[in-house]
């Protein structure tokens, strides 16, 4: 096999497992790993200089092909655009700024020539991104939907077993599956991303993150959790893409993308992805549905599809015109995702009232003139004080159960809306 | 896109399903598909004629592609090499041919510069033999285990319903999802061609189909199916193919490939299989383990795969010395499974005893003299009368367990040995 002339942005988990699976491939030669600091103690030191100066190993015309393992937006945008002036190709990790940046940068290395390969980036170890690209290839994508964060879901899976979202969260970070600052997963920050990429290569967009409706897991409770399992749900965060809105209707309303919690039902096989795993549903005309359940982050799971990427794109190297077969085809303008609105899906709902005589005929009244049907209502709690109502529904316009829940809100009944959570409706 | 020119040998259910997805690629051209008959009533007519001449196809020097979709053994073989002489590139769904004559097959098409691609042959619509080449390319495959066959899987889910296995075969049969002679499903053939495929991808070596241990599901009753569920599992085919042994020694004693009903835990994805669908277990060395579950045949999840590696092959044609890159690295010599009497899990067994008194007693002696430890025995029946005793036990050696049920067998209280089973253990 030819050797190819690597250079390294970053050495923290996924680079160091990267350097660990390499050492098996030595036509794949790491040349230098630029790092934040040379004081730090490194387990894993790769048998190649590091530097401080990113410089190095961009204007080094020796090495063909940028890994970037550094993460975050700022200056990393600015290190993949200067690398592909220098006609490096870059395979990347890195979903922010694939979601920010992802049509200037595939714009940028079309122009100059060379490939971004990015199966890291979504999914860990999972190969979400070959499969729907290549595996999938005589399929139109209809959607994509499914547990893209591992934080979360080992916070959710936590929960089931009893913990408070707080005592899961802390668990979750004392083991290092989640930052000291945990926005980014559990406000479904990473999951948009995620779901914009996914967006760029089912769809052919990218969608701008901004634009895309973020519903975290802050809310949910443990009571919300064994409600779920007495009605035969189990409650996962879920990041979804598809073509088309998801009114039933025909009309297409652009691009459905979106992150909430979700109840789906256990035995869909989504209900069985436990702990820090990734579980993605795709649909295409042909296939039907299609599910991919790996790990979703960690260290060789997710160097295992940087080298992948990597063995890929060495093995093709030399192939004339290869970075116009590798790469999908995606539009250079970014777009945007439908609004909440008009998408129709089950709900469960748990509401906390005075237990007054009346109150469940008093709520089956508003949600039958917001044109909602319900199938299941159970009242529980002790009487003459708070009780907590739940609620299925059949399926609900958005704009309809925003309705219905601001005239609930101004009930003297309700003391609070506890929850609201959509129950899982194929994408 | 370069125009490519194709053949076709079958126009049955993939077949039909194949030129219903061409219709959108008009660079690839199918030029003309041999039948056995002109006679017979078509729905899906393509757009070229048909033939029963399979030479018209193998001599036409224009024809760049043969894709495969007759089937069976006989006289398909002789056709593929008659394509791969006349340096045509093979896209075939036929594990029967793969699994008795891939070494040779492949050694011919590396003699004379042509691809074979196969991704239909295993797991209809799944990508998987693409996930496992080129998605966990950074991976050395450890195992491969997985439900491989819809037909029995459909017949097992509707036996979970409550169904005879008579029944529920029939029912197969009559949604055409069973053959009027279901030997190849039932009892394990189909599964242990695909497993001699896979352990070609992902092991370097086809296994001989006749040397892989197959146990098929005639056996198994409503009775077990209730018995696992109370358990908590539920019984699948599972087809394993294995680097190594997996008798929990670090002696490699070759490759361990084999078809037998299993009890599954509830909770694991492969449980949440349902119906005619596929699901795989891929270990891989970095990635840990991946999970595929989808259509493992039908018209167009087939189609899908056959048509996505026509495109594949198609794009990558013109590249110079593309088989290189595309072809796996296959053995020219087929291994050999290793025999059943090593391999270690846990047992289910359903015995029938006479109910006298320390019948359990006897039982547990037996097995403890053969080095088996019993997790649960439970006895069930009207006194006086026959019961039925369930025993699931610790991880047991195939020989141990053998030698135990022959010693049960010439015991006196024993009406009959109902079932022995395999419980799930990872491969």
Redesign the interface.
């Known amino acids: 096999m030819a050797r190819v002339v690597l250079g390294m942005l970053g050495l923290g988990t996924v680079g160091t497992?990267v350097v660990e699976?390499l050492s098996k491939?030595r036509h794949l030669t790491l040349k230098k790993v630029a790092v934040k600091s040379l004081d730090k103690d490194r387990s894993a030191m790769p048998s190649c200089p590091l530097t401080t100066d990113v410089d190095e190993i961009i204007n080094d015309p020796e090495i063909e092909v940028l890994v970037e393992v550094m993460g975050g937006e700022n200056p990393t945008v600015s290190y993949l655009e200067q690398a592909i002036k220098k006609r490096k190709h870059i395979v990347t990790a890195n979903k922010e700024v694939l979601a920010k940046h992802g049509p200037r940068l595939f714009a940028l290395a079309k122009e100059h020539g060379v490939a971004i390969f990015f199966?890291a980036s979504v999914a860990g170890?999972?190969?979400l991104l070959?499969?729907i690209h290549?595996?999938?290839?005589?399929?139109e994508i209809e959607s994509i939907t499914g547990i893209l964060n591992g934080t979360t879901n080992f916070i959710l899976s936590n929960m089931e077993a009893g913990k408070s979202y707080e005592a899961a969260l802390k668990e979750a970070q004392d083991l290092g599956f989640a930052e000291a600052d945990p926005t980014a997963d559990v406000d479904g920050f990473d999951v948009a991303y995620k779901l914009s990429v996914l967006a760029a290569l089912g769809f052919g967009h990218f969608v701008k993150p901004d634009t895309i409706y973020k519903e975290g897991i802050r809310n949910i409770t443990e009571e919300d959790m064994a409600l779920a399992k007495e009605f035969g749900y189990r409650i996962k965060l879920l990041g979804t893409a598809a073509k088309g809105s998801s009114n039933g209707s025909s009309k297409n309303t652009g691009f459905d993308v979106r992150v909430h919690p979700t109840l789906v039902p256990l035995?869909?096989?989504l209900?069985?992805?436990?702990g820090p795993n990734n579980g993605i549903v795709v649909r295409?005309?042909?296939?039907?549905?299609?599910?991919?359940?790996?790990?979703g982050a960690?260290k060789?799971?997710t160097?295992?599809?940087?080298?992948?990427d990597?063995?890929?794109l060495a093995?093709?190297l030399k192939?004339?015109?290869?970075a116009s077969?590798f790469q999908p085809a995606i539009e250079a303008s970014p777009a945007s995702a439908a609004p909440p609105l008009a998408w129709k899906c089950p709900f469960y709902l748990r509401l906390v009232v005075k237990d007054t005589p009346g109150v469940i005929g008093k709520i089956g009244n508003i949600f039958g003139t917001h044109n909602i049907s319900i199938s299941t209502i159970i009242q529980r709690g002790v009487e003459g004080k708070e009780a907590t109502v739940v609620i299925l529904t059949h399926d609900v316009l958005g704009k309809d159960m925003d309705a219905a829940l601001d005239e609930l809100k101004n009930c003297d009944f309700l003391s609070s809306l506890g929850n609201a959570i959509r129950i899982f409706r194929s994408a």
Chains 1, 2 share one sequence.
């Open positions: 497992g699976l491939h199966e170890g999972v190969p070959s499969t290549k595996g999938l290839e005589a399929n035995e869909h096989p209900a069985s992805v436990s295409g005309h042909a296939v039907g549905q299609l599910t991919l359940i790996g790990p960690g060789l799971p160097a295992s599809a940087v080298v992948g990597l063995m890929n093995g093709a192939l004339p015109d290869f077969y």
